[in-house]
């Protein structure tokens, strides 16, 4: 019964960060701003797209990644990958920049729960 409670409190405390990281999305930058347009194709098939500048950092992608989280039904741990060139956007820090990271362009990102 208390690893129970114990499941149930993490569950919750992963829930509200979940709410702060998606309430912390940053606007969306106009075209003429220049960025990044990222596709982010969730694990059940769902893809959503955006713009990103080139300052923003793997936090602010996160933050909009946590944001759609719950209408695609993603799990609480995950990975961000992209084909081409092949990387894994996870492990960096969080503020690194999109830009210092390798996204320069339109990039399709996936996600996939581990």
Do not use: C, W
């Not at 919750?12 to 075209?31: C, G, L, N, T």
């Not at 969730?42 to 946590?66: A, Q, V, Y």
Request: cysteine-free.
């Amino acid at each position: 019964m208390e690893k129970a409670k114990q499941q149930q409190a993490l569950f919750d405390a992963m829930k509200e960060a979940r709410k702060v990281y998606s309430s912390s999305v940053k606007s969306e930058p106009y075209e003429a701003e220049g960025g990044v347009q990222v596709i982010i194709r969730m694990p059940n098939g769902s893809r959503f797209s955006r713009r990103f500048r080139l300052i923003d950092t793997i936090r602010d992608l996160k933050n909009f990644i946590e944001s759609k989280a719950e209408e695609s039904g993603l799990g609480f741990e995950y990975e961000i990958t992209s084909d081409f060139p092949k990387r894994t956007f996870h492990d960096q820090p969080p503020y690194t920049r999109l830009e210092a990271s390798g996204l320069l362009s339109r990039t399709l990102l996936h996600i996939k729960e581990i």
